[in-house]
């Protein structure tokens, strides 16, 4: 069953901005969250729908957003050529391009590095932390292109999680402007 948000604009709220007015209503949903929900259509106001998060409502404005229930996330193998830079027993360092997620959320389930690595035949990775990301020790946005470490095993995911904790690990990053 979808959540809904249902609420009748009151005087001190005439003039805010849509987005804010939910967000300090509701606890349970990110800004962003909000955000992404209305950009998406799940917003009417007066039976309107509305896909500014910048909305201004005004008093006696009926809202209403629907939550839609997440979609399952699988870790379906996805057939992407993943350009690995190293492997060995213990870790891989792939060059991920800019363009592909790193792994499941919301807009895309099935087709990121992880699922990527689903495909690969030596596809023992870690089991630490989040079980939709397997492996993942660290990761870069989306579109961002660069060279990411995935842990094979457990005690090399422990080891460099650790190095990353501690910024014992050296990064350098490049900025095209």
């Not at 804010?20 to 309107?48: E, M, P, Q």
């Not at 099935?110 to 023992?124: P, S």
């Amino acid at each position: 069953m979808k959540n809904i948000i249902n609420l009748v604009v009151e005087e001190e709220l005439h003039g805010k901005r849509i987005d804010l007015v939910i967000a300090k209503k509701n606890d349970f949903l990110s800004r962003t969250r909000i955000k992404n929900l209305i950009i998406n259509g799940n917003l009417s106001i007066n039976n309107k729908i509305i896909n500014d998060p910048s909305k201004k409502i005004f008093k006696d404005d009926k809202v209403f957003l629907t939550i839609p229930l997440p979609k399952k996330a699988s870790l379906k193998p996805y057939k992407y050529k993943l350009d690995i830079i190293y492997n060995d027993e213990d870790l891989l360092v792939i060059n991920k391009s800019a363009g592909i997620s790193m792994h499941p959320g919301a807009g895309n389930y099935d087709n990121t590095i992880v699922n990527a690595l689903m495909d690969l035949n030596d596809n023992n990775l870690s089991n630490i932390g989040d079980e939709l990301r397997p492996g993942i020790v660290h990761r870069i946005d989306k579109d961002t292109s660069g060279l990411v470490v995935v842990a094979k095993n457990n005690k090399s995911h422990e080891n460099l999680s650790n190095q990353f904790s501690k910024h014992t690990i050296t990064r350098i990053y490049q900025a095209l402007i």
